[in-house]
């Protein structure tokens, strides 16, 4: 929280999404301004979470993961991985909009609960997301599912990186999480370029607003 708060200070338009499941935790970081809650157990871990969200007004974003973080290897067995998703997703929505939550963020919980085959199946399907009519999130930056598929170590996973954001964008992700923040921007301006997109389509409203690039 006290670094938090000095971000805060010395950066006071910088957007910043902290990830937590604890509800107390999100208080504090609400209180010390930040302006999104990250929740990669939906609500499942602690449900009063919701009541933070909705009281802040801020986005709050739904990622799909089974079990726990200690134990959801054990939890990769689905009937269809993303149709699965999407429903428990739809069933974590309506919970939220009871709770009164105004802003929901979506994340597929890429590299949760998932075998590498199921991650990118998830990948490859995302645009069964926007079913859901909720801006998706996208979390792969320099996962082992990209080190399994290029042989590369943790640090040598920029391209396998830049190239699984580009897939995602191109299937309707509209936050893409990276380490390698200048690389996968000119990739992705590559895609807006020729898509002719101005990437300012977005629907998520914080304090402050959500700006895109204008580039």
């Not at 709770?99 to 609960?113: E, K, N, R, S, T």
């Not at 399907?125 to 599912?145: A, D, F, Q, W």
């Amino acid at each position: 929280i006290p670094l938090l708060s000095a971000i805060r200070q010395k950066h006071p338009a910088l957007f910043l999404s902290v990830d937590t499941f604890y509800a107390d935790v999100a208080q504090a970081a609400v209180d010390a301004g930040a302006d999104m809650i990250n929740d990669i157990s939906a609500g499942t871990i602690d449900p009063s979470i919701r009541q933070v969200a909705a009281h802040s007004g801020l986005p709050y974003v739904l990622m799909h993961m089974r079990g726990t973080p200690q134990d959801m290897k054990s939890h990769t067995t689905y009937e269809h991985v993303t149709r699965d998703v999407v429903q428990f997703l739809q069933r974590e929505i309506d919970a939220c909009r009871q709770a009164g939550i105004d802003q929901l963020v979506l994340d597929p919980g890429i590299g949760f609960a998932k075998t590498v085959d199921q991650n990118f199946q998830l990948l490859r399907e995302l645009n069964e997301l926007n079913t859901l009519s909720l801006p998706i999130l996208i979390g792969v930056s320099r996962k082992s599912m990209i080190g399994q598929i290029t042989g590369r170590d943790v640090d040598a996973r920029v391209s396998g990186s830049a190239a699984a954001a580009l897939l995602a964008a191109q299937n309707g992700a509209r936050i893409i999480r990276v380490h390698d923040v200048a690389e996968t921007k000119d990739v992705l301006s590559v895609l807006a370029a020729v898509q002719g997109a101005t990437r300012k389509d977005h629907s998520i409203k914080a304090k402050p607003a959500i700006q895109w690039p204008d580039d």
